[in-house]
Nanobody
């Protein structure tokens, strides 16, 4: 089982970026994106529930970020628009294998599978 995150980079404030997370080995009940800035704890960004594609967002990204999923490719995306300097962080994709209609967890402990992280740097 592997989660491979990609798509990070250096952009200017106001720009857009799309992160990808390719999953292999199995399918999952929930996918999520977390981020971790230097000196801070890892925090929830967005999640999707695969059984009905319901989505969940942290308040600080609502209206700017969109999580989506391509089931045929077993890949999850995070479209990030109107990026701000405070969005600078390493972004991690995560997944859990059981849950069905359970709401997507917002805690790190709710996910048993993690990708390696991709750096997003937003300059002003």
């Amino acid at each position: 089982v592997q989660l491979q995150a990609s798509g990070g980079g250096l952009v200017q404030a106001g720009d857009s970026l799309r992160l990808s997370c390719a999953a292999s080995g199995r399918t999952f009940s929930h996918y999520a994106w977390f981020r971790q800035a230097p000196g801070k704890e890892r925090e929830f960004v967005a999640a999707a529930r695969t059984i009905d594609d319901n989505t969940y967002y942290a308040d600080f990204v609502k209206g700017r970020f969109t999580i989506s999923r391509d089931s045929a490719k077993n890949t999850v995306y995070l479209q990030m628009n109107s990026l701000k300097r405070e969005d600078t962080a390493v972004y991690f994709c995560a997944a859990r294998s059981s849950g069905g209609f359970t709401p997507a967890p917002r805690a790190v402990s709710g996910y048993g599978y993690w990708g390696q992280g991709t750096q997003v740097t937003v300059s002003s």
